[in-house]
C-alpha cells in the first residue's frame, strides 16, 4: 500500500503561481508513473499531466506551457509548477502513483489539494 499526501494547494489570484507536492510513502518510488489529476464541481475528474519513471512527461492541452510536472525520486516527491493560473483551473487536485506488474495495475490516491483561483 502507498500513501500519498498533496500539499501546496490555496487561494490564488489569476495569473499568480503556485507549486503542489505529491510525498509518497514508498520505496520503490522510482518505478511509479506518477501523475496529477483535477476534478473541477460538477465536472470528471481529468488528467493534467503525468511523469514516467524515466522522467517523461505528458500534459493536457489545456495547461501546455503553464504547468510543470517534476519529481525528485531521493524524497519520493512529484511537483507540480502551475504558472499563468486561470479561474478555470479551479478544483481540487489529486496525485496519482500507477505501476504495473504481472499484468496487474497498481493505483494510488492522494487525498486531494483544493486549488482556487479568483480575484
Known amino acids: 500500500q502507498v500513501q500519498l499526501v498533496e500539499s501546496g494547494g490555496g487561494l490564488v489570484q ?3 503561481s503556485l507549486r503542489l507536492s505529491c510525498a509518497a510513502s514508498t520505496s520503490i ?17 481529468e488528467l493534467v ?8 512527461t505528458n500534459y493536457a492541452d489545456s495547461v501546455k506551457g503553464r504547468f510543470t510536472i517534476s519529481r525528485d525520486n531521493a524524497k519520493n516527491t512529484v511537483y507540480l509548477q502551475m504558472n499563468s493560473l486561470k479561474p478555470e483551473d479551479t478544483a481540487v ?3 496519482n502513483a500507477h505501476r504495473t506488474s504481472r499484468n496487474h495495475d497498481y493505483d494510488y490516491w492522494g487525498q486531494g489539494t483544493q486549488v482556487t483561483v479568483s480575484s
Open 49 to 56: 499531466a503525468t511523469i514516467s519513471s524515466g522522467s517523461s
Open 14 to 16: 489569476p495569473g499568480g
Open 29 to 45: 518510488f522510482s518505478i511509479y508513473v506518477m501523475g496529477w489529476y483535477r476534478q473541477a464541481p460538477g465536472k470528471q475528474r
Open 93 to 95: 487536485y489529486s496525485c
